[in-house]
């Protein structure tokens, strides 16, 4: 297993642009495809982005698409979100997760992932 905690999160205003970090221990993260999910109250969480293991791909959620990016340093076995034009509709708690092996192509299906971290939360205001 891979522990993994998120830092970064706050609250900003909308045109902001914050950088989530999602930190792992326990294993090292180069062999791990990475997604960050996000769930605002009273709705599901929400695919946002993944990352293949060695970093070269990346897929995005549609109402992220543009504004955010996902990059990975294995060597730091951390990856990043970092959020660009913050809208009030992303304020949530964001969550990274881990998968050994997965495929980029899957890294939107949240039931892949077993291993996940507690949660940032971000909040945008207008």
């Known amino acids: 297993q891979v522990q993994l905690v998120e830092s970064g999160g706050g609250l900003v205003q909308a045109g902001d642009s914050l950088r989530l970090s999602c930190a792992a221990s326990?294993?090292?993260?180069?062999?791990?495809?990475m997604g960050w999910f996000r769930q605002a109250p009273g709705k599901e969480r929400e695919f946002v982005g993944g990352?293949?293991?060695?970093?070269?791909?990346?897929v995005y959620g549609d109402s992220v698409k543009g504004r955010f990016t996902i990059s990975r340093d294995n060597a730091k076995n951390t990856v990043y979100l970092q959020m660009n034009s913050l809208k009030p509709e992303d304020t949530a708690v964001y969550y990274c997760?881990?998968?050994?092996?997965?495929?980029?192509?899957?890294?939107?299906?949240?039931?892949?992932?077993?291993?996940w971290g507690q949660g940032t939360q971000v909040t945008v205001s207008s």
């Open positions: 997760a881990a998968k050994r092996s997965l495929s980029i192509w899957t890294v939107q299906d949240i039931d892949r992932f077993d291993n």
């Open positions: 326990g294993r090292t993260l180069g062999s791990y495809a």
């Open positions: 990352i293949s293991r060695n970093g070269g791909s990346t």
